[in-house]
């Protein structure tokens, strides 16, 4: 083989033992994702009947539904209307803002709807019109609030029909802020859950609908007015007290029978149900609140709100192939605490979850890295938070100095092999020589 022919040679086999080297110690990490499967018994106890029409519970936290009867049925919200266009006005005004009622806006309410008297051209704030629109249910102040707010009762619509739209619901349609009975203003129990839902996270909306009264300060109209809270489950008097409750509207009329958005929070667990449509009980009571009571107890008794796993406890332990001995083996830690509605005979220990790692996990790595998420599925909600690094993993110089020692090895012996002397075949040639010991003439083949 010519020369040059053995460079390239020995160059080729040099890269394959280099590429083959580095390749298998800086190769990325393959784990299969790791996962517990194991069945669990979710079993809840049996609901208790519901008399209303429609009815739903949820938790606030996720929105999973715990409960439903009839909760997509196209229904009339009445005044439970409210708290859409409350939220509406606590995202475009402030509380200290002055607005002054109109005589169209004052005007506009039937008769025999709820109201504050509010008289025309008298200026209050909106903290309370707020108060006395959550608490009092004054119909007047929905359309003093759409008036500043759209300029009219039909733009505003638009906009809580918008809003609805944004806040998921998908069987929702409103012609007025105040609920008064219209054919075409309906929603359902899911939909009104899920407004709640998004009112209940605004501070100032929850402080409004826990109150158990409120008062006006005197105007030029009046002197100062005290108004009590329509939602007996707030109110301590009442027969239908609920300790537990934090809000949040009744609602009334003749064809949408009463109708209650209540919210309670019982050991870290905030519960939401939406009745629709309920009457009066043949001993008397009014089924809205039996109702929302039996389902708030029903949810308390089988569900609960748990912390799953911890920040910053350790997942599962990897082995770095590229790293030092004493960086090598790294914990996967939690970057956030996982906490859950889960039915209360939940087992803890056969938590369904799976592990997926990045694609390439190689030294160095530092503390705090994300190499992967965690995944887990619980009694059909999903809560996923990234894997960190729980230290610094450094980079070992092994690979290379074997790679270096076995290439200078391997260079050494073939130039070794290249340089020695070149040994060709002759022909076959006689030579004499002499015999010291025999004195005679021998003839021998060398080659």
Known sequence: ????????????????IYTFIFCNFSQAVQIQISDNTSPTNTAVADPPTIHSEAAILIDSKTGKVLYGKNEEEQKYPASTTKILTAIIALEKLNLTDKLTASYEAVMSIPAGYSNAAIQPGETLTFQELLDLFLIHSANEVGYILAENISGSIEEFANLMNQKA??????????????????????????????????????????KVVS??????????????????????????????????????????????????????????????????????????????YVDTINLFEYGYSNYKYQTLANQNSVVQEINIPNATRDTENLQLLLKDSISSIIPANFDLNHLDYEVKLNDTISAPIAQGSVIGTITYHIDGLTYTTDLLASHDVEKSNLPILIAQVVLAIL?????????????????????????????????????
């Open 165 to 206: 739209v944004e806040i998921g619901c998908t069987n929702t349609h409103f012609t007025n802020p105040s609920g008064i009975h219209d054919e075409n203003h309906y929603s359902t129990a899911h939909d009104m859950a899920l407004i709640a839902k998004y009112c209940m996270e605004n501070e100032e909306f929850r």
């Open 211 to 288: 109150k158990p009264s409120c008062k006006i300060a005197a105007t030029d109209k009046y002197e100062e007015r005290y108004f009590v809270n329509s939602n007996d489950l707030i109110r301590e008097s009442s027969k239908y007290y609920y300790p537990y409750t934090i809000g949040i509207k009744t609602g009334y009329t003749s064809q949408a029978k009463n109708c209650l958005v209540a919210g309670s929070s019982k050991d870290g667990l905030e519960l939401i149900t939406v009745v629709l449509g309920a009457q009066t009980l043949e001993n008397g009571d009014s089924a809205r």
């Open 1 to 16: 083989m010519k020369t040059k022919h053995k460079i390239i040679l020995m160059m080729i086999i040099i890269f394959y």
């Open 411 to 447: 260079v050494l012996f073939i130039l070794a092999k290249m340089l020695s002397p070149k040994k060709n075949k002759k022909h076959l040639k006689k030579k004499k020589y002499k015999n010291s010991k025999h004195g005679t003439d021998s003839i021998y083949k060398f080659n």
